[in-house]
């Protein structure tokens, strides 16, 4: 069993569409979600679904390996991002290398970095006139929106369209994809790690 965990810092709709797609696999377990915030509502999702949640503190998150004990506790394989707003710290990076994923709401290498999520991008996109917006699911490196992109999917961008409209094209577009290519991600990792 490949167990994950999933970071989550809002309402946690990406998670819980995750955990919903992995409820009876035989070869993935979401095993933790771990929030920045004590009052996320994707904390709730956690206690839907009796999955443990784990609240961590800024100062410890980047005092280099602190919260690492707590995923090998819970004997941790893989990290999603799912709406995650915090930088990940370069200890856990170099111990899960290719082994977190992020989504981000736009066509990456455009409308990335720090500071651009949730509405400020979508406001963004529509300040520049584009006539298409997506998602892209990526590698997490030591830099914002920066690692391999894994997957896109793009949506046309109508006469009109406001930021809140656009969020709602680009979630039913992260709801559709984000677990499928999280499963694809893992089977590919752990496969090529057995053949190694």
């Known amino acids: 069993m490949i167990n994950i965990a999933i970071f989550a810092s809002g309402a946690g709709s990406n998670a819980e569409k995750i955990v919903a797609f992995f409820e009876h696999s035989h070869t993935v377990s979401v095993n933790l979600i771990v929030s920045n915030r004590a009052n996320a509502r994707v904390l709730n999702v956690a206690g839907k679904w009796k999955i443990s949640a784990l609240i961590i503190e800024k100062e410890q998150f ?39 994923i992020n989504i981000h709401p736009a066509l990456l290498p455009k409308y990335g970095g720090k500071n651009m999520y949730g509405n400020y991008v979508h406001e963004a996109v529509i300040a520049s006139n584009d006539k298409i917006s997506g998602i892209t699911i990526h590698y997490v490196d030591e830099h914002y929106d920066h690692g391999d992109v894994i997957f896109q999917a793009q949506c046309d961008i109508e006469p009109g369209e406001t930021a809140l409209s656009l969020a709602e094209k680009i979630h039913k577009l992260e709801h559709e994809h984000f677990p499928k290519i999280v499963e694809a991600v893992i089977k590919q990792t752990f496969k090529s790690e057995k053949s190694s």
């Not at 999603?80 to 990940?88: C, D, Q, R, T, Y």
């Open 62 to 100: 980047y005092s280099r390996d602190h919260y690492l004990g707590e995923l090998k506790k819970y004997q941790i394989d893989f990290i999603v991002l799912a709406g995650f707003l915090w930088k990940i710290p370069d200890a856990l990076i170099s111990s899960y290398r290719q082994k977190i």
